[in-house]
């Protein structure tokens, strides 16, 4: 059906999760090899721990910053990006903070959880490039702490990615989920936004998310890179 539903479509939003990246060698959340698995999330992804526990702040998200460095976007983000091209999809939602996205050629990119490509200093609010992590430079010419330009947990999102990713829901009349557990709010509202909006939803994820039921089409037994490849011969 989503092949049908692709081509019938006038507005085809793509909402991704970390599952688009693993196939490029990135680490996901919550399957069972995912980040969450290793660490609580509490202590590490929060402004909590950038107050209490920086050094081993530091040491998490240098190796995310380095992890986004060595690896690189795979054939299906390059899919998506032609996509967007042909005009088949219209827009990407993302949660992931890897920028791979925009290194493959998308254009109509909304990033809700920020970007590890980017470092701002938490007193100043000054940026710079997360070259700085890579270099081991940690502190701001003000004295101030660099941290990655992600939203941690108890952060509010970037108002201009929500609003535009909720103009583009609102739009969609095909919502296509990829490799998303569905588990973090607000940005899971999106899918169930666009379906009360009378798109077709349809979730592609490995394992079971928590709105498969409001879908109306889960694939669940093929790898993201595979389906885009087999969707666009
Ligand atoms: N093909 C299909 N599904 C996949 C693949 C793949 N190649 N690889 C992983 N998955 C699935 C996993 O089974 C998992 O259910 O992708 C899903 C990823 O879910 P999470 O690990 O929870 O990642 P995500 O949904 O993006 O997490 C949302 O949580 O910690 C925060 O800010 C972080 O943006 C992240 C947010």
């Known amino acids: 059906m989503l092949k049908k ?17 693993t196939e490029s060698g990135l ?6 090899k ?25 040491d998490f998200y240098r190796e995310r910053v380095l992890g986004v460095k060595e690896y690189k976007p795979h054939k299906g983000h390059y899919i998506l990006a032609d996509w967007e091209k042909r005009g088949k999809i219209q827009s990407i939602i ?17 990033e809700l959880h920020g970007t590890l490509q980017k470092l701002h200093c938490q007193s100043c609010g000054k ?16 004295g101030g702490i660099l941290r990655p330009s992600i939203i941690l947990f108890g952060e509010t999102l970037p108002r201009d990615a929500f609003q535009s990713a909720l103009a583009e829901t609102e739009k969609a009349d095909l919502f296509i989920v990829l490799g998303s557990s569905l588990s973090v709010t ?6 169930l936004i666009a379906k009360d909006n009378g798109a077709k939803l349809v979730i ?14 889960v694939i669940n037994e093929k790898e993201i890179g595979a389906l885009l490849e087999e969707l666009d011969k």
């Open 5 to 21: 539903w692709l081509n019938e479509s006038n507005y085809t939003v793509v909402f991704t999760g970390a599952g688009m990246s």
């Open 27 to 32: 680490p996901d959340f919550r399957s069972s």
């Open 34 to 58: 995912g980040l969450w698995k290793q660490k609580d999330p509490s202590k590490i992804a929060s402004t909590e721990a950038l107050n209490d526990n920086v050094s081993e702040f530091i």
């Open 94 to 110: 993302t949660q992931n903070v890897d920028g791979f996205h925009q290194q493959a050629g998308s254009k109509q990119v909304a």
């Open 127 to 142: 940026v710079y490039s997360s070259e700085e992590y890579i270099n081991q430079e940690y502190y701001c010419s003000c």
């Open 186 to 191: 607000p940005a899971n509202q999106f899918p």
């Open 204 to 217: 592609v994820n490995m394992e079971q998310t928590e709105f498969d039921y409001y879908a109306d089409q």
